[in-house]
């Protein structure tokens, strides 16, 4: 069975770190990209931040540039974000989701080929 499951989300209070596992059974993450998505209550889900192994490409929306980090251990078949200087705004359910052949669609959740069912982080002032 294909699973991805996401761990690590928590409380933290603004400032402090996290920092969210996404684990895939049923398939090897080196053959796929990995996306990182969140959703913040009353918002539509946003993609933050990308990973792909083969290419060694990896981006992230503007505003978690230089706070979250993603990285990939394809030993432990799974991604991983960093998140460092959280704020009250990075409060979402955070999703991993994983492709192939993605291109350009990557910050398109349909685009992925499995998905997650979300951690929660949340983040007090």
């Known amino acids: 069975e294909v699973q991805l499951v996401e761990s690590g989300g928590g409380s933290v209070q603004a400032g402090g770190s996290l920092r969210l596992s996404c684990a895939a059974s049923g398939f090897t993450f080196d053959e796929y990209a990995v996306g990182w998505f969140r959703q913040a209550p009353g918002k539509e889900r946003e993609w933050i931040s990308y990973?792909?192994?083969?290419?060694?490409?990896?981006y992230y929306t503007e505003s978690v540039k230089g706070r979250f980090t993603i990285s990939a251990d394809n030993a432990k078949n799974s991604v991983y974000l960093q998140m460092n200087g959280l704020k009250p705004e990075d409060t979402a359910v955070y999703y991993c989701?994983?492709?192939?052949?993605?291109?350009?669609?990557?910050?398109?959740?349909?685009?992925?080929?499995?998905w997650g069912r979300g951690t929660q982080v949340t983040v007090s002032s």
């Open positions: 989701a994983a492709g192939i052949h993605l291109k350009a669609l990557y910050l398109v959740w349909e685009s992925y080929d499995y």
């Open positions: 990973i792909n192994n083969g290419d060694s490409s990896i």
